[in-house]
């Protein structure tokens, strides 16, 4: 069974287009993220949702928008894409924290490329 | 400012060599927890381990090392023996308490040669 699912794998689209990444975990954790992986490897929190409530907000262009419609799911969706945001993009979820064991896991991830 | 450093870009050796990766981090908080994250050529990001600030014991899994040292604030990882498929990005992360994000350095870039 996996642990933090999201999908699609890879995602090719043309800028202006846009487009959603789902995520799934099923570890019952209350925490989830969205990261955001460049191509030097740079690992970025862009948003954290805890008990389906937006905590952080990394100041994200206004075209990300993250949903919550239960503590088992957070989607992306990103309007009119731009070439900036070819990314991969890491859906993650964790414990409260606080609570002993918080080491976050993360999916497979979400290769985007904007032509 | 919660900041982690790994110094080494990339780092190369021969099979069965010992190797040690290093991560510095900053934090003003008293409780905090360090993490180390392996993301092999397939892409994914595979939890290594989980250090909390108030235990400083040292742990070994296998071929893997972890030192902790807050007086130095470091959290260092080394392989021993060396295998083929130790090859992959290794980042360090940090959590503070009562904040909801993980800080990850900028990662180390291992390459083992056969």
């Known amino acids: 069974d996996t642990a933090v699912s999201q999908t699609p794998k890879y995602l090719v689209t043309q800028m202006g287009n846009d487009k959603s990444i789902k995520c799934e975990q099923n570890?019952?954790?209350?925490?989830m993220y969205w990261y955001k992986q460049d191509s030097k490897k740079f690992l970025k929190i862009m948003f954290s949702?805890?008990?389906?409530?937006?905590?952080i907000n990394e100041t994200v262009p206004n075209r990300f928008s993250p949903k919550s419609p239960d503590k088992a799911h957070l989607n992306l969706h990103i309007n009119s894409l731009e070439l900036g945001d070819s990314a991969v993009y890491f859906c993650?979820?964790?414990?409260?924290?606080?609570?002993?064991?918080?080491?976050?896991?993360f999916g497979q991830g979400t290769r985007l490329t904007v032509v | 400012a919660q900041k982690v450093t790994q110094a080494q870009t990339e780092i190369s050796v021969v099979e069965k060599e010992d190797v040690t990766l290093d991560c510095v981090y900053e934090?003003?908080?008293?409780?905090?927890?360090l993490f180390w994250y392996k993301q092999p050529p397939s892409g994914e990001l595979v939890f290594l381990i989980r250090r909390n600030s108030f235990d400083e014991q040292n742990e070994i899994s296998g071929r893997y090392s972890w030192n902790f040292q807050k007086s130095t604030s470091s959290f260092n990882f080394t392989i021993t023996a060396s295998q083929v498929v130790d090859s992959a990005v290794y980042f360090c992360a940090l959590l503070s308490s009562g904040t909801y994000k993980y800080i990850f350095g900028t990662g180390t870039r291992l390459k083992v040669l056969a």
């Open positions: 570890l019952g954790h209350d925490t």
């Open positions: 934090t003003r908080d008293t409780t905090y927890y």
């Open positions: 993650a979820s964790s414990q409260e924290v606080g609570v002993r064991n918080t080491e976050a896991f």
């Open positions: 949702y805890n008990n389906k409530e937006l905590i």
